[in-house]
């Protein structure tokens, strides 16, 4: 068969002699198959990487491929000036925030795809009513230097948050207003006092489980480096050698201790405190000043950072499949097929197919979608969740991650943490009442918090009051984590309503309390496009496989192939604000920065480079 090398094309739309598919004109296969002038002729592609400089930035596309060959495609790509294309994939907080990052900066060939049909990932906020209700994200954690917080103040959304929503407690209610009623499961409430007592205690040995990273103590074998382990042992002996409790208040506390962990794992979205790295706990960061409810619901900050991104540049329901990332040969055999002519030419203009090498079109990413689309791209940005990585990572990237990553990938937690909303046509629930807390008293010596199938129930913590009635109603809303969380997903609506029913009758004494007239609940566990709420340090990891996580690819030792080509973001890989709406949205302008200041870099050398 001939060969040919690839040469100089007139573009019909541009005018300009050359080729490339950042010009907008070339939107078909059948296209490119005619730019290779014989459609069944083997072709080797001779190519180089073309990088963009900075004058791209300022809005100047050509439409170039070098045809030199060169070992070092970086400073090939310096003689060339389109656009780079980057693709962000996922439309939540992180993939938001590093559009709108890119296309402040001036990049201008930006393509975010979603798998779901609406954007905003774990932020899902439904209007039930006149109020709205938080499937995901609730609450801004700390105001002071948070990015949310600082948009939704400057934005007015905060306006109308009362003061019972700006909540200063370390574990957020919805109001700090009213007193949290701890109901055992004969029926009986808790005293106040020892209520209070107890949450003393715990709050002490909460403050030791941060010391052993902020203070660099070392961790007891007997801890076995878990957080639940070391809180449970430090607790009960402290339970047990004081004299001044009878057996009956001493078994009230244990109750309530394993009632504080599982409120904790709600928390910390794991299925277990057990599960959580005492020696990694306290680097996690609260941000100074109190936990905020937006009233008009957290999809507000959603909308503000999505108002300047254009809507042709976010795509809706389109799931990935595949990243074929590092084409690095220099020479690549192509054989197009003759089928290709026959095409309708309603293809993306940024779309190859299977058997088209990317190297064509001038890119060293491929990113194969669900419905077969093939979208080429310099750089993708991935703001997947860690659940998603854990299930899919084998089979989302082509070449496979390499092994630290997936070491990270794996060693690092992530679970699930639902919501089940109640809605009353009265309160059964006295006035001061902000939250209905279940204690087991059959549970206080149990050393393992988790439940077979048909006993999910056991894990719900608590039911907390939504305030105000005047927005919300006569609202519960029950938190319940872990394996237990999948198990509830898994019931339908009916039998989670007469469920919770039973579990509120039996706990508050009261066995005339009326179903609710309405359910709503997240499943965030057995969303295949999230697989769980947040991420944790599970006992194994450190804040260094966060680190690692965020690291892109090819790593930097790499020298012969395109750099950052592969990004990652999202709340998982925050080393400090892990599990967190502002840890995502830093996430996502952290990958964007990236890009932006390795285009400057390239300017500032180009534009300081000697004549020769």
Not at 90 to 104: D, N
Not at 506 to 533: A, E
């Amino acid at each position: 068969m001939n060969q040919m090398l690839l040469s100089v094309k007139m573009c019909n739309y541009c005018r300009s002699e050359v080729f490339s598919p950042s010009c907008r004109g070339i939107a078909s296969r059948a296209q490119q198959v005619d730019f290779f002038k014989q459609k069944d002729e083997k072709v080797v592609i001779k190519h180089s990487y073309p990088t963009p400089s900075k004058k791209s930035l300022d809005g100047m596309q050509s439409c170039e491929i070098s045809t030199d060959s060169t070992d070092d495609p970086l400073s090939s790509g310096l003689r060339t000036h389109r656009q780079p294309r980057i693709v962000v994939i996922g439309a939540g907080l992180a993939g938001l925030a590093a559009t709108k990052v890119l296309l402040k900066k001036g990049f201008t060939d930006v393509t975010v795809l979603e798998a779901s049909d609406h954007i905003g990932g774990r932020v899902l906020s439904v209007q039930h009513g006149t109020s709205t209700l938080e499937l995901g994200a609730t609450w801004i954690h700390g105001a002071n230097g948070n990015p949310v917080y600082h948009m939704a103040e400057d934005n007015g959304l905060l306006e109308h948050t009362t003061d019972g929503e700006r909540s200063v407690g370390r574990i957020s209610l919805y109001t700090k207003n009213g007193v949290a009623h701890y109901q055992t499961n004969v029926g009986k409430r808790i005293p106040k006092d020892l209520v209070e007592e107890f949450s003393d205690l715990y709050n002490e040995v909460y403050e030791l489980t941060q010391e052993f990273f902020k203070n660099g103590k070392p961790v007891c074998a007997e801890s076995q480096n878990s957080v639940g382990i070391f809180t449970r042992d430090v607790v009960r002996k402290r339970i047990m050698v004081d004299p001044d409790d009878s057996e009956s208040t001493k078994k009230l506390k244990l109750s309530m201790l394993q009632q504080y962990l599982k409120v904790e794992s709600c928390e910390s979205s794991s299925p277990s405190m057990d599960e959580v790295s005492l020696s990694e706990f306290g680097e996690w960061t609260e941000i100074p000043g109190a936990h905020y409810v937006i009233p008009e619901g957290f999809m507000k900050i959603v909308e503000l950072l999505a108002q300047d991104i254009p809507s042709s540049t976010i795509c809706l329901s389109k799931p990935v499949r595949c990243i074929h990332w590092n084409y690095s040969a220099q020479h690549r055999e192509v054989i197009p097929k003759s089928s290709d002519t026959n095409q309708d030419n309603n293809h993306n203009e940024n779309s190859c197919r299977p058997h088209w090498d990317p190297l064509i079109l001038g890119h060293p990413i491929c990113v194969e979608c669900e419905d077969e689309e093939w979208i080429t791209a310099d750089h993708v940005i991935i703001t997947a969740s860690l659940g998603v990585l854990k299930q899919n990572h084998e089979a989302m990237f082509s070449p496979p991650l390499p092994e630290d990553k997936v070491l990270a990938i794996e060693k690092l937690g992530i679970s699930t943490t639902d919501k089940i909303f109640l809605e009353f046509e009265e309160p059964f629930w006295s006035p001061e009442c902000n939250s209905i807390q279940f204690v087991w008293e059959d549970e206080a010596q149990l050393e393992q918090l988790t439940y077979p199938e048909e006993l999910w129930y056991k894990k719900i913590c608590s039911f907390d009051v939504l305030y105000p009635p005047e927005r919300y109603g006569y609202m519960l809303s029950g938190w319940i984590c872990g394996q237990e969380a999948l198990y509830m997903e898994r019931c339908n609506d009916e039998t989670v309503v007469e469920t919770c029913t039973e579990l509120l009758r039996r706990f508050t004494g009261n066995p005339d309390i009326p179903k609710p007239r309405r359910v709503l609940r997240s499943s965030w566990g057995s969303n295949p496009y999230i697989r769980g709420s947040y991420s944790f340090t599970r006992v194994g990891s450190s804040g260094g496989d966060c680190e690692r996580l965020a690291m892109p690819l090819p790593y930097a030792n790499s020298t012969k192939a395109p750099p950052l080509q592969v990004l990652f973001a999202g709340e998982a890989t925050h080393r400090k604000y892990y599990s967190t709406t502002h840890g995502a949205l830093l996430s996502g302008q952290r990958e964007a920065t990236r890009l932006v200041e390795m285009y400057q870099d390239l300017h500032r050398a180009e534009t300081t480079k000697p004549n020769i």
